[in-house]
């Protein structure tokens, strides 16, 4: 067990919906990390939080967001759901910027 | 249609031989890499870490090898057991960007 807990594990949804996936870090980790694992993608980094504020992105979609709140957990938005978008969602965290990253279980999203 | 998963580069390798695992990073910035185990339907595990100041790092049964002049890293590991059948990630975070960006992975089959 990593530390970090993901919710909901599993959440099939339908085409145009938005669904919210949330993410409690290890205790004591400021840095927060979203990527997603489809079958042909390989695991894609979406965003970074640090204590709160935004500090990297990736290929995130303008239809996605994301925040980390005051108590560090995070949550990553999704809109305007497309089939293509189903995928497992990872959210990772760590102490800092620049050290490991601990991933937790997953969100696997199926949009229908 | 039918989904077409990630062609992964595959190591086969005999239980109790040694494995040696390959990355070519893409970042010549990137100033801290990652080596992740991913088993079939949980997170990425992580193994070991190594800072671009650093040559070779060791663990328990892993190595990580780095040679920033062609910019690859390797895992290598000890007496490859059945339960280190998983694919295998490199991840770099590169430089100033903060964004840790994954590789495409290695399956590692170990027959008995």
């Known amino acids: 067990d990593s530390g970090v807990t993901q919710t909901p594990k599993h959440l099939i949804t339908a085409t145009g919906q938005r669904v919210t996936l949330r993410c409690s870090p290890r205790s004591g980790d400021l840095s927060v990390y979203w990527y997603q694992q489809s079958l042909d993608q390989g695991l894609q980094f979406l965003i970074q939080?640090?204590?709160?504020?935004?500090?990297a992105k990736g290929n995130i979609l303008e239809r996605f967001s994301a925040q980390q709140f005051p108590d560090l957990h995070s949550e990553l938005n999704l809109s305007s759901l497309e089939l293509g978008d189903s995928a497992l969602y990872f959210c990772a965290s760590g102490p800092n910027m620049k050290a490991e990253a601990f991933f937790g279980q997953g969100t696997r999203l199926t949009v229908v | 249609g039918e989904s077409v998963g990630l062609h992964l580069p595959t190591l086969s390798v005999q239980e109790g031989d040694n494995s040696i695992i390959n990355c070519a990073y893409s970042?010549?910035?990137?100033?801290?890499f990652i080596w992740y185990k991913q088993e079939s339907g949980k997170g990425p595990q992580f193994i070991i870490d190594i800072r671009s100041n650093m040559d070779k790092r060791q663990g328990q049964r892993v190595t990580v090898l780095l040679n920033k002049t062609v910019k690859h890293l390797s895992l290598q590991i000890a007496a490859t057991q059945p339960g280190d059948s998983a694919v295998y990630f490199c991840a770099e975070n590169g430089g100033a960007t903060n964004k840790l960006i994954f590789g495409t992975g290695t399956l590692l089959a170990v027959q008995p």
């Open positions: 939080y640090y204590n709160g504020e935004e500090r």
């Open positions: 970042n010549s910035a990137s100033d801290y």
